[in-house]
Structure formats: structure tokens, C-alpha cells
């Protein structure tokens, strides 16, 4: 396993040696077609490129058959060091170089998802877009003006200068034109509106990434980030069904219970064909981490889903709790809430030190639950609650017991692996007396922000 310092050390050498053999390559061609200038062959060769049309398709041709348009740039500034390239020919050479490097991304995207196809295209539309738009205002400016410059000897420094000028300006003129652009490519490669499709995708990591495990790592961590904020917004959701029963929410939450399952199914499997990769200290800690906590943040979205389901069982039979019983849930809930929240952002930022709230707020919510239902007892005995009620509530703080727990299991693998401890089950039990001590206090304070039997203002009566 390669160490953190081992892999930055590692990845710098690798920046400088890409770089060294760049520069190493321009001064080699610089110096191989040095003696090209006093060749007429090559002269009258470069002569006929300065037809603007002619010039556009040698860049793109060129560009597209060595798939950079990086070499292909460098190329044309090796060229221009025999001072034989005039900017008249190295200008529509530099046009056509942009519209080739669409190559690259349009035979990177095959079989590809829609988007990545319709990306591709976006890629294609811009730069055609753009030298159409250029070209036709630079000559028809040029034949009033006469630009001089393009008489001169081009240099490499010129040959750069344009080349982002170019790019700059076109991202300027065709930014406010960017939904056209994303239509264009719609109508281009039609298909995948429905929710369906558009889920699959979404959750889809494409495999062909397995070869650079950093970077398939990172795109691991980006889906299983926007499988944390999913889990939020379902619970979240679920909880506001419960305290006022809303059917589109409802549907929501069903729907996202669903998507998390794709979530979860599609970054295991990617996760088990990239274990088996290199990985550095880091990623094999993240590695870690996601594994164990996707089946967490899925069981978060079946026990949204279980909740809707309580609150939509209430809400076809006609039933109702007790004014002191809803306000004593919405409690309870504020804290269900609050714990997700917590854990999603602990994660998200992969802070552990945040994650260390968690679990004394999971203990609160354990407190709450036993409260609400000793009191739920209490009203039964008075007959103010009925038995039917009781079964619905054990289901409903059974669900909302269960995803702190869950949100408790993601907090520790995240401060056992960072710590090294990899036993989750033993890191309570390993507590010194301080931090007992500090666990308690702090367990105390938050039990004084939930008081049950108080109104609370997740409630609407």
C-alpha cells in the first residue's frame, strides 16, 4: 500500500517528468525542422495553407488523427521556428485544431450514457460554433482593415496567444447561448426523459475509469456525497409526512427510496472491481468508509420510506394521535432530523471531528423514544390513546430509533478508520474516564434542547 507522503511525492515527480518531457519534445522538433526554412518545397507547402478553408481542415485533420490538440499546437510552434509560417497560415491551421480535438471527447463517449454523448456534442456545436463565428468576422473585418499582421512570421508565443484568445472569446460570445447549445445536442441524440432513464444515469460510474483508481475514487466519493443528500431530503421528507400528511411528498420519498437502492448497487460493485487496484493510504480509508456506510444511508431511505408508509396507514384510516403525543413526535423528529443533518454533513465534508456529535445525539434520541413511549403507556391506561394508535407509534419511533443508529454507525467508521481503530465495535468501550466524562456533559446539554411534552415548532396544528 503506497503512503499519503509516498503518493504526493509520487504524483509531483510525475507533474515535473510530464512536463520536462514536453519541453524536451518541442526542443527536438524545434531543432528537427529547423532546417525546413530554406526548403521550397515546404515553403510553397505552407503557402497554400494560408487558404483559410484549406488551413482549417489540416488543424482539424491533424489534430484529430493524434487526438491532441496540446501536440498538434505543439507541433505548429516547432513549425513556426523556422520563421517560414506566417500567421496567415498558422491562424486557420489554429481554428481547425479546435474543431479536431472534439474527436477526442466524441470517441471517448461512445457507449457512454446520453448525457455523456450529448456532452460530447455540446463540446462539438461550441468549437464548430465558435470558428464559424470567427472566421467569417475576422476575414470579412480583414478585407476592409487588412490586418498586417498576418504578413509577419508567427512565433510560438503568438501561436498561444491566439489559440486562448480564441477560446476565451468564444466561451464569452457563446455562454449566454448555453441552453441552445444543450438543445441542440437534445435534438441531436433524443431519448432519456422519463424518470427512469434519467435515475440510471444519474447513478451510473463509468467503468472504463478503473484503470486511474484516484480519479475513480474521487468519482466514488462525488456519488456517494450525492447519495448522503439524497438520504437527507428522503428522511427529511418522511418526517414532514408524518407531522402533515402530504401524497406528493409521499411519492418523493418512494421514489428516492429507489434511487438509493441503484445508489448502493452500483457503487458496491464499482467499489469491489476497484479494491483490487493500487490504492493510496487515503483511498483506501475512503474505500473503507463509503463501503461500509452506503448500506447505512440505504437502510436511512427504507426506514423514510416505512415512516411515510405509518403516516399514510393514519391517514386512510381517519386516525390521529393525542395533541401532547404529536408534539412529543415532532420532538422526537426535530432530533431525528437534526442527527441526519449532522451525520450527511460530517460525511460530505469528511470531517470526523463533527462526527463525534453524533453519537451523543443518537443516545438523546434513544432517551426521547423510551419518554414518548412510557408516556404513550400512560394514556392508554387513561384510555386517551387507543391500541391501534400504539401499534403505529412502536413502528414509527421503531423507524426513527433505527436511523439514528444508522447515522451512529457511519459517525464511528469514519473516526475508527481516521483514527486507525478499525474494531467500531470496541471504540465506546475504549473511552477514558475524560472522555466519558466530556460524552455525558455533552449528552446532558443536548437532552435539554428536545424537552418532551413541550409544543415544538416542527409542528403544524
Do not use: W
Not at 85 to 98: D, E, F, R, T, W
Not at 164 to 187: C, D, H, K, Q
Not at 372 to 386: A, F, P, S
Request: proline share 2%; aromatic share 8%; charged share 25%.
Amino acid at each position: 500500500m503506497v503512503s499519503k507522503g509516498e503518493s504526493k511525492k509520487k504524483d509531483i515527480g510525475s507533474i515535473l517528468l510530464g512536463f520536462a518531457i514536453l519541453m524536451f519534445g518541442m526542443e527536438t522538433m524545434s531543432s528537427a525542422v529547423s532546417g525546413l526554412a530554406d526548403n521550397p518545397s515546404f515553403t510553397k507547402m505552407m503557402t497554400a495553407f494560408s487558404n483559410p478553408i484549406l488551413g482549417m481542415v489540416v488543424g482539424a485533420v491533424l489534430t484529430a488523427i493524434i487526438q491532441s490538440s496540446s501536440a498538434s499546437v505543439g507541433i505548429l510552434q516547432a513549425l513556426c521556428a523556422t520563421g517560414a509560417v506566417q500567421y496567415s497560415v498558422a491562424l486557420p491551421i489554429i481554428m481547425g485544431q479546435n474543431i479536431g480535438t472534439c474527436v477526442t471527447s466524441i470517441i471517448s463517449s461512445i457507449g457512454a450514457s446520453k448525457n455523456a454523448r450529448r456532452a460530447a456534442m455540446i463540446h462539438l456545436y461550441f468549437n464548430l460554433i465558435g470558428t464559424t463565428l470567427f472566421m467569417v468576422f475576422f476575414y470579412a473585418l480583414n478585407s476592409f482593415i487588412d490586418f498586417a499582421f498576418l504578413g509577419e512570421s508567427a512565433n510560438a508565443a503568438g501561436i498561444a496567444v491566439i489559440h486562448s484568445l480564441f477560446n476565451i472569446g468564444a466561451t464569452i460570445v457563446l455562454f449566454p447561448f448555453s441552453n441552445m447549445l444543450v438543445r441542440l445536442a437534445e435534438i441531436t441524440i433524443p431519448g432519456g426523459k422519463n424518470k427512469e432513464d434519467v435515475q440510471v444515469e444519474i447513478v451510473s460510474i463509468d467503468e472504463r475509469f478503473l484503470g486511474r483508481p484516484a480519479f475513480a475514487m474521487e468519482l466514488c466519493r462525488g456519488k456517494v456525497r450525492e447519495m448522503a443528500e439524497l438520504t437527507r431530503k428522503s428522511m427529511e421528507l418522511a418526517l414532514e409526512v408524518l407531522l402533515k400528511y402530504d401524497e406528493e411528498k409521499a411519492q418523493e420519498v418512494i421514489r428516492l427510496e429507489s434511487v438509493a437502492d441503484k445508489y448502493e448497487d452500483v457503487l458496491g460493485s464499482y467499489l469491489v472491481k476497484l479494491s483490487s487496484k493500487n490504492l493510496s493510504t487515503t483511498d483506501s480509508q475512503s474505500m473503507s468508509i463509503i463501503l461500509h456506510s452506503i448500506s447505512d444511508f440505504e437502510r436511512i431511505s427504507d426506514h423514510a420510506m416505512d415512516i411515510v408508509k405509518s403516516a399514510d396507514e393514519i391517514n386512510t384510516k381517519g386516525l390521529s394521535f393525542t395533541k401532547n403525543a404529536r408534539r412529543e413526535i415532532a420532538t422526537l423528529c426535530r432530533a431525528v432530523n437534526d442527527i441526519c443533518n449532522l451525520t450527511v454533513e460530517s460525511f460530505c465534508k469528511d470531517d470526523d471531528t463533527s462526527a463525534i456529535h453524533v453519537e451523543p445525539l443518537e443516545e438523546v434520541i434513544d432517551t426521547l423514544s423510551k419518554k414518548v413511549k412510557e408516556n404513550h403507556i400512560k394514556r392508554l391506561q387513561k384510555g386517551k390513546c387507543t391500541i391501534e394508535m400504539g401499534f403505529i407509534l412502536e413502528d414509527i419511533l421503531t423507524g426513527l430509533e433505527r436511523v439514528s443508529d444508522h447515522c451512529s454507525n457511519i459517525a464511528v467508521e469514519m473516526i475508527t478508520i481516521y483514527d486507525n481503530d478499525y474494531n467500531t465495535h470496541e471504540y465506546f468501550k475504549n473511552f477514558s474516564s475524560e472522555e466519558r466524562a466530556s460524552f455525558n456533559e455533552e449528552y446532558e446539554e443536548l437532552l435539554k434542547s428536545y424537552p418532551i411534552g413541550k409544543h415544538d415548532g416542527m409542528i403544524k396544528e
